[in-house]
């Protein structure tokens, strides 16, 4: 069951998140929902980045693997 809920969020943010459902073809609210639960549920980019990371890391490298977990740290907190 769904229920509708009010909120303040930044303009820019907004701004955004409508960009991103525009460009998906998706209802902002399926954009914002997703999110959150991407964020409560620990998905996203996080998953993403640790599969490039693996696929990457089974190339061999000359960077150890803390060193690219700190890249993609950094690279996530932007």
Do not use: N, P
């Not at 990457?56 to 950094?74: M, N, P, V, W």
């Amino acid at each position: 069951m769904k229920r509708k809920i009010g909120t303040v969020v930044e303009e820019t943010l907004l701004s955004e998140a409508k960009q991103r459902a525009a460009r998906e073809g998706r209802a902002l609210a399926d954009v914002i929902q997703g999110a959150l639960s991407a964020y409560l549920h620990d998905k996203g980019d996080s998953a993403d980045a640790m599969r490039a990371c693996e696929k990457f890391c089974a190339h061999g490298s000359a960077l150890e693997r803390s060193d690219i977990d700190e890249l993609l740290q950094a690279d996530v907190a932007l």
